[in-house]
Nanobody, 120 residues
Framework: VQLQASGGGWVQAGGSLRLSCTSS????????IGWFRQASGKEREIVAG????????YYSDSVKGRFTISRDNAKNAVFLDMDSLKLEDTAIYYC??????????????WGRGTLVTVSS
């Protein structure tokens, strides 16, 4: 499945952004989708994940309470709403698809990243 991540940009600390992960592939709804990020000089980490049916979600401790993941399978889209952004949220964000129902550490398919820059 091919994925396209979009919505990144520049935002001041405390602000909000919405990232979108979309696909033209009809099987998109069969995949769990995860958002990962990689900051400069750091390893890639999972931020949030949502099951293929949208019934369960996961958040890393660093974003819990600030980020919300959701999906609209009718539109082949998964969203990451990011609120109360912090400087340390600056990173390249990637969406990835996992065929195993929920997102694991190494999903099978990756989209290109979208850069989020949070400034003071």
């Amino acid at each position: 499945v091919q994925l396209q991540a979009s919505g990144g940009g520049w935002v001041q600390a405390g602000g909000s952004l919405r990232l979108s992960c979309t696909s033209s592939d009809r099987t998109f709804r069969n995949y769990a989708i995860g958002w990962f990020r990689q900051a400069s000089g750091k390893e890639r980490e999972i931020v949030a994940g949502i099951a293929y049916d949208g019934l369960s979600a996961y958040y890393s401790d660093s974003v819990k309470g600030r980020f919300t993941i959701s999906r609209d399978n009718a539109k082949n889209a998964v969203f990451l709403d990011m609120d109360s952004l912090k400087l340390e949220d600056t990173a390249i964000y990637y969406c990835a698809a996992d065929p195993r129902g929920v997102v694991h550490r190494y999903p099978d398919y990756w989209g290109r990243g979208t850069l989020v820059t949070v400034s003071s």
